[in-house]
């Protein structure tokens, strides 16, 4: 059996050219269980383990992703019947000719603005941020294959708390590098010169967009319309399938030159994060985090607020979480423990308060 890896969870396209660091094995993010949403009251009414709850016809999906040229043409090449919704449902935005650019298809500007200035409580609730790729009736995406850098490395829970979280953060912005470099480059493959190329929406998104009349009414200005798409006016799908064609021909020594220094960085970066939640490093000196939420569960058992929602530990976890005061070496609340407390502290749970943010680097 293939081991589970940062590949596995990306549109299988990307496997023929990104970085061995991809295909390094990392543990499933099994805490993230999609088809019964952690994050969601389960059928049998039992309640998830989280401050914050999503609906169940919204899930993670209240947001609005951009499709880069090139998996919006893998999308329409893909002839699997499975995907059939999904492409219905991009080629009716393509037919809109809102967001629809060479480089992609995106978002109106307007969901852009609003999503930007939503609570935080919104997220996962609020129908009207709800993604246009969602099947509300499946509860699941229908491009799900082909799902861009945010969609595809996303997770509400991480094996590895919080070092999980920072590696897949990672993955993300080397993902969305990726999309804006290749979207480019294949767009330059089909005869797009620099000057096209230089404002590449996937690589700069407005903080404080001005939106005109068209993006206020979500309809297409016809005129800049035709100015941005040229003679692919009309064969928008046939750019989009393009773009595909260059991408997928793509060997990793043309990726990795394509993404330059900035992708080296990346990389070693990468390599740096999937290490911390292989072998997990810890500071030398931690002191508990301030203000712990907890219930009882049962007897031995408490229900602890972390990074990963309410976490049962045994109740006597507060007097472990005690003794780190930032002064104390992790060595002497080991010794400390057995003595005052008489037990043994393991590195592994030590590990696990430290990943779900119970405990932290002082200062
Ligand atoms: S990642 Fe999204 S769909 Fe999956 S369990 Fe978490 S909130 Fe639910
Ligand atoms: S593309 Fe799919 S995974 Fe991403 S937000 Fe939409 S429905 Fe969810």
Redo the contacts with the bound molecule.
Sequence with gaps: MTEHSISSELPALYRAFLPEIFTDPIPRESLATCDNCAMCVAADGSTPRSARYFLPNL???????D?PNYLVGALLADGDPALEEGRDRVRERIRSRVGVTPFGVLPPKSYHLIYNHADNKAFGRASSLL?????RTHN?????KY??A???T?FCKFVAGSDGKKLWKEVKGYLSEAQAVLSAYALHRQGYDAERLAENPLADHEEKPRLSLFDLEETADEVAYAKTWGTWANREEQLYLACFEEVRKLTPDRFQNLMGFRGQLGRETLEARRRQVIEPELPTRLCRRGAIDSKPLDGDRILIDSINGFIAMPRLVMDVLDLFDGVRSTEEVVSLAETQLGIELDHALVVTLYQNGLLQADG
Excluded: A, D, G, M
């Design positions: 899930k993670c999906c209240t947001f609005f992703p499709l993604c246009p790729y969602y099947h699941n995406c229908t491009i799900w799902r861009n945010v969609c595809s996303f």
